[in-house]
Protein backbone atom coordinates (compact mmCIF):
# COMPACT_ATOMS: atom_id res chain seq x y z
CA UNK A 1 0.00 0.00 0.00
CA UNK A 2 1.09 3.36 -1.09
CA UNK A 3 -0.28 5.84 1.44
CA UNK A 4 -1.05 9.56 1.34
CA UNK A 5 -1.52 11.76 3.93
CA UNK A 6 -3.58 14.90 3.18
CA UNK A 7 -4.05 17.90 5.43
CA UNK A 8 -5.68 19.49 6.51
CA UNK A 9 -8.65 16.84 6.97
CA UNK A 10 -10.85 19.72 7.19
CA UNK A 11 -11.02 23.25 6.49
CA UNK A 12 -13.67 25.71 7.03
CA UNK A 13 -12.83 29.19 5.42
CA UNK A 14 -14.74 32.63 4.43
CA UNK A 15 -15.34 33.43 0.98
CA UNK A 16 -12.29 35.50 -0.52
CA UNK A 17 -9.62 34.23 2.21
CA UNK A 18 -6.35 31.91 -0.07
CA UNK A 19 -6.07 28.22 1.14
CA UNK A 20 -3.67 25.33 0.45
CA UNK A 21 -3.88 22.05 1.48
CA UNK A 22 -1.32 19.46 1.14
CA UNK A 23 -0.85 15.48 -0.08
CA UNK A 24 2.32 14.06 1.15
CA UNK A 25 3.85 10.33 0.86
CA UNK A 26 7.10 8.30 1.33
CA UNK A 27 6.58 6.70 -1.88
CA UNK A 28 7.27 7.94 -5.27
CA UNK A 29 4.54 8.60 -7.99
CA UNK A 30 4.75 8.32 -12.11
CA UNK A 31 2.12 11.65 -11.76
CA UNK A 32 -0.14 12.51 -8.87
CA UNK A 33 -3.98 13.53 -9.93
CA UNK A 34 -6.07 15.56 -8.11
CA UNK A 35 -9.82 15.47 -7.81
CA UNK A 36 -12.73 16.79 -6.25
CA UNK A 37 -15.73 15.40 -4.96
CA UNK A 38 -19.47 16.16 -4.42
CA UNK A 39 -22.24 14.57 -2.06
CA UNK A 40 -23.61 11.65 -3.81
CA UNK A 41 -21.46 11.86 -6.88
CA UNK A 42 -18.04 9.90 -7.97
CA UNK A 43 -14.60 12.38 -7.63
CA UNK A 44 -14.06 14.13 -11.03
CA UNK A 45 -10.57 14.69 -12.13
CA UNK A 46 -9.15 18.34 -12.17
CA UNK A 47 -5.19 17.66 -13.25
CA UNK A 48 -2.79 16.10 -13.43
CA UNK A 49 0.63 16.15 -12.74
CA UNK A 50 3.76 14.63 -14.20
CA UNK A 51 7.15 16.13 -13.85
CA UNK A 52 8.57 16.90 -10.52
CA UNK A 53 8.71 20.63 -9.81
CA UNK A 54 5.54 21.22 -11.94
CA UNK A 55 3.13 23.79 -11.75
CA UNK A 56 -0.01 23.81 -13.23
CA UNK A 57 -2.84 26.30 -13.03
CA UNK A 58 -6.76 26.24 -13.48
CA UNK A 59 -8.32 29.39 -12.68
CA UNK A 60 -7.90 30.29 -9.35
CA UNK A 61 -6.32 26.41 -8.50
CA UNK A 62 -2.81 25.84 -8.56
CA UNK A 63 -1.38 22.58 -8.14
CA UNK A 64 1.98 21.80 -7.48
CA UNK A 65 3.96 18.54 -7.59
CA UNK A 66 7.33 17.81 -5.73
CA UNK A 67 10.58 17.94 -7.11
CA UNK A 68 11.05 14.10 -5.58
CA UNK A 69 7.23 12.70 -6.80
CA UNK A 70 6.35 12.24 -3.19
CA UNK A 71 4.55 14.94 -2.87
CA UNK A 72 2.27 18.10 -3.71
CA UNK A 73 0.03 21.11 -3.36
CA UNK A 74 -3.18 22.73 -4.31
CA UNK A 75 -3.97 25.92 -3.43
CA UNK A 76 -7.05 28.16 -3.97
CA UNK A 77 -6.83 31.82 -4.30
CA UNK A 78 -10.05 34.04 -3.57
CA UNK A 79 -12.08 30.94 -2.34
CA UNK A 80 -15.70 30.80 -3.46
CA UNK A 81 -18.57 28.84 -2.18
CA UNK A 82 -18.37 26.95 -5.89
CA UNK A 83 -15.06 25.47 -4.26
CA UNK A 84 -16.71 23.65 -1.49
CA UNK A 85 -16.18 19.86 -1.91
CA UNK A 86 -13.75 16.89 -0.91
CA UNK A 87 -10.42 17.31 -2.41
CA UNK A 88 -8.64 14.18 -3.17
CA UNK A 89 -5.07 13.51 -4.08
CA UNK A 90 -3.89 10.09 -5.99
CA UNK A 91 -1.06 9.06 -7.00
CA UNK A 92 -0.53 7.02 -10.10
CA UNK A 93 2.00 3.95 -8.90
CA UNK A 94 4.93 3.77 -11.32
CA UNK A 95 5.02 -0.44 -11.03
CA UNK A 96 2.23 -2.81 -12.87
CA UNK A 97 -1.05 -1.73 -14.18
CA UNK A 98 0.03 1.68 -12.26
CA UNK A 99 -2.95 1.80 -9.80
CA UNK A 100 -3.87 4.87 -8.03
CA UNK A 101 -3.33 5.44 -4.50
CA UNK A 102 -5.80 8.01 -2.95
CA UNK A 103 -4.92 10.65 -0.40
CA UNK A 104 -7.15 10.85 2.89
CA UNK A 105 -9.29 13.56 1.44
CA UNK A 106 -9.68 17.25 2.76
CA UNK A 107 -13.34 18.39 3.42
CA UNK A 108 -13.24 22.12 2.27
CA UNK A 109 -16.40 24.56 3.41
CA UNK A 110 -16.48 28.41 1.70
CA UNK A 111 -18.54 30.02 3.86
CA UNK A 112 -20.22 33.04 1.87
CA UNK B 1 -23.23 9.95 -22.57
CA UNK B 2 -23.87 7.11 -20.01
CA UNK B 3 -20.25 6.96 -18.86
CA UNK B 4 -20.09 4.82 -16.02
CA UNK B 5 -23.18 3.48 -14.66
CA UNK B 6 -23.60 1.58 -11.37
CA UNK B 7 -26.52 -0.47 -9.91
CA UNK B 8 -28.04 -0.39 -7.36
CA UNK B 9 -27.56 3.06 -5.77
CA UNK B 10 -28.87 1.96 -2.64
CA UNK B 11 -28.14 -1.58 -0.85
CA UNK B 12 -29.36 -2.74 2.75
CA UNK B 13 -28.15 -6.67 3.39
CA UNK B 14 -28.06 -8.82 6.20
CA UNK B 15 -24.68 -10.66 7.65
CA UNK B 16 -24.19 -12.98 5.30
CA UNK B 17 -26.07 -12.40 2.23
CA UNK B 18 -24.54 -12.06 -0.80
CA UNK B 19 -24.82 -9.95 -3.61
CA UNK B 20 -23.49 -8.33 -6.88
CA UNK B 21 -22.91 -4.82 -7.44
CA UNK B 22 -22.51 -3.92 -11.47
CA UNK B 23 -20.79 -2.30 -13.58
CA UNK B 24 -21.03 -0.91 -17.04
CA UNK B 25 -19.36 0.98 -19.46
CA UNK B 26 -19.82 2.41 -22.88
CA UNK B 27 -16.57 4.22 -24.11
CA UNK B 28 -14.76 0.75 -24.67
CA UNK B 29 -12.42 1.25 -21.73
CA UNK B 30 -9.73 -1.32 -20.97
CA UNK B 31 -8.93 -0.79 -17.64
CA UNK B 32 -12.19 -0.94 -15.05
CA UNK B 33 -11.55 -0.83 -10.85
CA UNK B 34 -13.31 -0.75 -8.08
CA UNK B 35 -12.96 1.45 -5.26
CA UNK B 36 -14.03 1.49 -1.67
CA UNK B 37 -14.78 5.05 0.03
CA UNK B 38 -14.66 5.13 3.67
CA UNK B 39 -14.88 8.06 6.06
CA UNK B 40 -11.24 9.25 6.67
CA UNK B 41 -9.37 6.95 4.27
CA UNK B 42 -10.18 8.31 1.03
CA UNK B 43 -10.81 5.86 -1.85
CA UNK B 44 -8.95 1.75 -1.37
CA UNK B 45 -8.70 -0.42 -4.76
CA UNK B 46 -10.67 -3.42 -4.26
CA UNK B 47 -9.84 -5.03 -7.63
CA UNK B 48 -8.88 -4.30 -11.55
CA UNK B 49 -8.87 -5.16 -14.46
CA UNK B 50 -6.76 -4.33 -17.78
CA UNK B 51 -9.22 -5.74 -20.65
CA UNK B 52 -11.41 -8.40 -20.57
CA UNK B 53 -10.83 -11.86 -19.22
CA UNK B 54 -7.89 -10.15 -16.92
CA UNK B 55 -8.23 -9.55 -12.96
CA UNK B 56 -6.47 -8.75 -10.32
CA UNK B 57 -6.20 -7.65 -7.00
CA UNK B 58 -6.06 -4.51 -5.21
CA UNK B 59 -5.66 -3.12 -1.97
CA UNK B 60 -8.38 -4.76 -0.09
CA UNK B 61 -9.57 -7.33 -1.93
CA UNK B 62 -10.31 -10.06 0.52
CA UNK B 63 -14.18 -10.48 0.76
CA UNK B 64 -14.50 -9.73 -2.65
CA UNK B 65 -14.35 -11.30 -6.37
CA UNK B 66 -14.76 -9.96 -9.97
CA UNK B 67 -15.12 -10.97 -13.37
CA UNK B 68 -14.85 -9.49 -17.06
CA UNK B 69 -16.04 -11.67 -19.52
CA UNK B 70 -16.55 -8.10 -21.87
CA UNK B 71 -14.88 -5.15 -22.09
CA UNK B 72 -18.16 -3.22 -20.84
CA UNK B 73 -19.26 -5.25 -17.87
CA UNK B 74 -17.28 -5.20 -14.27
CA UNK B 75 -19.49 -6.38 -11.93
CA UNK B 76 -18.54 -6.77 -7.71
CA UNK B 77 -19.45 -9.44 -5.77
CA UNK B 78 -19.55 -10.21 -1.94
CA UNK B 79 -20.31 -13.62 -1.67
CA UNK B 80 -20.84 -13.53 2.54
CA UNK B 81 -21.26 -10.10 3.42
CA UNK B 82 -20.35 -9.01 6.84
CA UNK B 83 -20.71 -5.18 8.50
CA UNK B 84 -16.85 -4.48 7.46
CA UNK B 85 -18.54 -4.06 4.08
CA UNK B 86 -20.85 -1.07 4.66
CA UNK B 87 -19.46 1.43 2.66
CA UNK B 88 -18.72 3.17 -0.35
CA UNK B 89 -18.30 1.46 -3.56
CA UNK B 90 -17.43 3.06 -7.06
CA UNK B 91 -16.65 2.05 -9.76
CA UNK B 92 -14.25 3.16 -12.39
CA UNK B 93 -12.40 3.29 -15.63
CA UNK B 94 -10.30 4.63 -18.42
CA UNK B 95 -8.54 3.86 -21.77
CA UNK B 96 -5.51 2.58 -21.22
CA UNK B 97 -3.70 2.67 -17.98
CA UNK B 98 -4.57 4.95 -15.03
CA UNK B 99 -1.03 7.16 -16.29
CA UNK B 100 -1.64 9.75 -18.60
CA UNK B 101 -5.72 8.98 -19.01
CA UNK B 102 -8.72 10.90 -17.60
CA UNK B 103 -10.70 8.12 -14.78
CA UNK B 104 -14.29 8.29 -15.06
CA UNK B 105 -16.39 7.49 -12.20
CA UNK B 106 -19.94 6.08 -11.50
CA UNK B 107 -21.94 7.72 -8.96
CA UNK B 108 -21.47 5.36 -6.16
CA UNK B 109 -23.35 2.01 -4.91
CA UNK B 110 -24.31 2.72 -0.76
CA UNK B 111 -24.00 -0.62 0.89
CA UNK B 112 -25.03 -1.31 4.16
CA UNK B 113 -25.03 -4.42 6.19
CA UNK B 114 -26.88 -4.64 9.31
Known amino acids: TQLLEQSPQFLSIQEGENLTVYCNSSSVFSSLQWYRQEPGEGPVLLVT?????EVKKLKRLTFQFGDARKDSSLHITAAQPGDTGLYLCAGVSQTGANNLFFGTGTRLTVIP | NAGVTQTPKFQVLKTGQSMTLQCAQDMNHEYMSWYRQDPGMGLRLIHYSVGAGITDQGEVPNGYNVSRSTTEDFPLRLLSAAPSQTSVYFC?????????????FGEGSWLTVV
Open chain 1, 49 to 53: VVTGG
Open chain 2, 92 to 104: ASTSGLPSGNTIY
